[in-house]
C-alpha cells in the first residue's frame, strides 16, 4: 500500500525526499560552513526618475528592463488572484521565487519587487550580491528604494546562545540593548516536552530594525538544535523603510562588501551581552562568550543554502516529528482521548486558529 510519504515523493516534481546528512553518532547534521550570512530577503521599488525613461511603471518595457536586473523575464511570471501592500496587480515567478506588483491607476507607487529567502539564494548563484548592489544603488533611469532587507547569520557550531539562553540573560540585566521590547515564544510537546516553537524577538518586528534569534534546525527538520550535537541557530536583522535599508547598504559599501563584518557591526551597536562591571551598561565590557562569537567574524563566509524540502515536505515532517507524537501523548492520557482531540480541532478551526495576543516585555533601563 502506497503511504502519504511515498506519494508525495511521486508528486515532487522530481525531488527526492532524502535524510539530512548524518554524523558518526547518527544525529543528523546541517550543511554548509559552520558559520555564515546571507541576505534572506529584498524589497525594492522602481520608480521613473524624469519624463524621457522608458514610459509608465506598468509598461512591458519598464516591467522587462526591471526584470533583466534579477535575470527575469516577463514571460516566466503568471498573474495572481490578489494584489498586496497596497498594490492592485501582483505577478509570481514559481521557480525563481521572485514576485512584482504594481498599481496602474497610481504609478507614483512604483514598481515593487520582493525576493524571499529562497529567491535571494536562487539568484545569487546567479549574480554577485555585492554587484547587483553597487548596480542598483548607482542606477541613473530609476529611482530605486529598499522597503526591507532581511541579513542572516547562520551559526552551526552549537558553540553560543541558544535563544532560550539570550533569554536569561535579558532578563537577569545582562545586556546592552538600543532595543526597547522583547518577546519569547518557547512552545513544547506534550509528550517529550522537546520545542514545538523555539523564537525569540529582540525589537518591535515594525519598527525600523528588529532581531529574531530561532532555531533552524527545528523549522527545517523539526529537531531541536543542542550544544553538543547537531545545531542551526538562525540570528535574523530585518531593517525596514527606506531610510534604515539604505543606511545598512551604505555601511556595507564602506566595509567593501564585508558582509559579515557588517553584520557583527550593526548588531553590536544594537545589542550585546555583557559582564555588569560598570554601572552605565554602555560602559560595561562584553561577556567573553559574546567576545568569542563575535571574534569569529573575520572568518565567515558569505553563503546561501537553498532548502531541502519543499513547504508541503517541512509540514510533513514537522507532523511526523512534532504533532504526531504530542496526539499520541493526549490520546493515552485519562480523560482525554480521541473525542478531546476532534474537539479541540473544532474549538481551533472555530477560533480562527488565533491565539492570544502577548504583548512584549520591555528591556530593564
Not at 515532487?12 to 544525529?27: A, D, I
Not at 546562545?161 to 540573560?169: A, D, I, Q
Not at 535599508?245 to 559579515?260: G, W
Request: aromatic share 12%; charged share 25%; proline share 4%.
Amino acid at each position: 500500500m502506497e503511504t502519504s510519504r511515498s506519494k508525495l515523493n511521486r508528486k515532487s516534481r522530481g525531488f527526492r525526499l532524502g535524510q539530512p546528512p548524518c554524523g558518526n553518532t547518527g544525529v543528523k547534521k546541517p550543511s554548509g560552513p559552520a558559520m555564515s550570512v546571507c541576505l534572506d530577503w529584498l524589497a525594492v521599488t522602481f520608480h521613473i526618475s524624469n519624463a524621457s525613461a522608458s514610459g509608465r511603471t506598468d509598461s512591458p518595457l519598464f516591467i522587462s528592463t526591471v526584470l533583466k536586473k534579477f535575470r527575469c523575464t516577463l514571460a516566466e511570471f503568471v498573474l495572481q488572484p490578489t494584489g498586496g501592500n497596497g498594490y492592485t496587480v501582483r505577478y509570481y515567478c514559481e521557480d525563481k521565487h521572485i514576485t512584482f506588483m504594481l498599481h496602474p491607476d497610481k504609478p507614483e507607487m512604483g514598481l515593487h519587487v520582493v525576493l524571499t529567502g529562497t529567491g535571494c539564494a536562487l539568484l545569487f548563484q546567479q549574480i554577485d550580491p555585492a554587484s547587483l548592489i553597487q548596480q542598483l544603488l548607482s542606477e541613473k533611469t530609476f529611482r530605486v528604494s529598499f522597503s526591507r532587507i532581511d541579513f542572516t547569520l547562520d551559526d552551526k557550531t552549537g558553540k553560543y546562545y541558544l535563544p532560550e539562553e539570550v533569554l536569561e540573560e535579558i532578563e537577569a540585566g545582562n545586556v546592552s540593548s538600543r532595543f526597547k521590547t522583547y518577546q519569547g515564544k518557547f512552545r513544547k510537546t506534550f509528550s517529550d516536552h522537546s520545542f514545538m516553537e523555539r523564537t525569540l524577538y529582540i525589537g518591535d518586528i515594525n519598527s525600523d530594525c528588529s532581531l529574531k534569534i530561532y532555531d533552524k534546525l527545528l523549522e527545517q527538520t523539526g529537531i531541536c538544535s543542542q550544544h553538543d550535537g547537531s545545531s542551526w541557530i538562525r540570528r535574523e536583522l530585518t531593517f525596514r523603510h527606506k531610510e534604515t535599508c539604505l543606511a545598512f547598504l551604505t555601511a556595507l559599501v564602506e566595509s567593501d562588501f564585508n558582509f559579515a563584518l557588517t553584520f557583527f557591526g550593526v548588531l553590536s551597536y544594537r545589542f550585546r551581552i555583557i559582564q555588569q562591571d560598570s554601572t552605565r551598561k554602555t560602559r560595561c565590557s562584553n561577556a567573553p562568550l559574546w567576545d568569542a562569537f563575535t571574534a569569529a567574524a573575520p572568518k565567515i563566509q558569505l553563503y546561501f543554502e537553498l532548502s531541502r524540502y519543499s513547504d508541503v515536505e517541512r509540514i510533513c515532517i514537522w507532523f511526523d516529528n512534532q504533532v504526531g507524537p504530542s496526539l499520541a501523548a493526549l490520546y493515552d492520557l485519562e480523560g482525554y482521548g480521541l473525542a478531546y482531540i476532534v474537539d479541540l480541532i473544532h474549538r481551533i478551526k472555530e477560533e480562527g486558529r488565533s491565539r492570544e495576543f502577548e504583548r512584549p516585555s520591555t528591556f530593564a533601563s
